[in-house]
């Protein structure tokens, strides 16, 4: 095999190593936040599928990602957040409920009316 084969395999393996170093990072991260619970809506459900480059995916089961964006009730930025299948059809379009984060981890989203004395942020 040529040398620059190696170098090849040496720079995928380091790209590979750094991604996973980094997704830890990130886990510790959001574990040292506070628990952050918003009164927010759904405003966005997304299902993308998932194509692999040259593949006929016509007669094939497709697999799909699943994205929800919610927007808080009182203003400020809608998160995004990737989310499994089941979660996804529970969530309907502008379901309102409270949301639970941690950094950027959503922890949990129960459905309900916010409270009339509501207080942002608890």
Do not use: C
């Not at 170093?21 to 918003?38: E, Y």
């Not at 379901?95 to 942002?120: H, M, N, Y």
């Amino acid at each position: 095999m040529p040398w620059w084969w190696f170098l090849v395999m040496l720079i995928i393996v380091g790209m590979v190593v750094y991604q996973l170093w980094r997704n830890v990072q990130q886990r510790r991260w959001d574990s040292a936040q506070p628990l952050h619970s918003l009164w927010v809506t759904v405003s966005k459900r997304e299902e993308i599928p998932i194509t692999r480059p040259g593949k006929e995916n016509e007669d094939r089961h497709k697999r799909y990602r699943y994205f929800i964006e919610f927007t808080p009730l009182e203003g400020g930025e809608s998160r995004r957040f990737q989310i499994k299948r089941k979660q996804f059809q529970d969530l309907t379009q502008d379901l309102t409920g409270e949301l639970t984060i941690q950094g950027s981890r959503l922890v949990s989203f129960e459905a309900g009316e916010p409270p009339a004395d509501s207080s942002e942020g608890q």
